[in-house]
């Protein structure tokens, strides 16, 4: 059973930053892509980032490139997302996902496993 835990969310004042972690099992890690969701109330899911597990390709949204960075720890099946320069905008809850297309993606419909997500809290 494939399982991802995302943990590192909280609250911080904008300029601050905060590492999420994606903690995954059941499936053989170095064989997928994970990707990093948000979702802000009364908003649409949206992609922030991907990482291609096998050779480190990655992808980022506009809205978060120079400030975030996806990578990974193989040994510990886990993939972080560090987030420096937080805005208020980036208030949100954050997801990790899981696609089987080794591709740089941030579709939603690519993804079949997601876990429970972090709430991300930026004040002004």
């Known amino acids: 059973e494939v399982l991802l835990v995302e943990s590192g969310g909280g609250l911080v004042q904008a300029g601050g930053s905060l590492r999420l972690s994606c903690a995954a099992s059941g499936f053989a890690f170095d064989e997928y892509a994970v990707g990093w969701f948000r979702q802000a109330p009364g908003k649409e899911r949206e992609g922030v980032s991907c990482?291609?597990?096998?050779?480190?390709?990655?992808l980022y949204a506009d809205s978060v490139k120079g400030r975030f960075t996806i990578s990974s720890d193989n040994a510990k099946n886990t993939v972080y997302l560090q987030m420096n320069s937080l805005k208020p905008e980036d208030t949100a809850v954050y997801y990790c996902a899981l696609t089987p297309f080794s591709i740089q993606t941030m579709d939603p419909a690519d993804f079949g496993s997601w876990g429970q997500g972090t709430q991300v809290t930026v004040s002004s």
């Open positions: 990482l291609v597990i096998s050779d480190g390709r990655t």
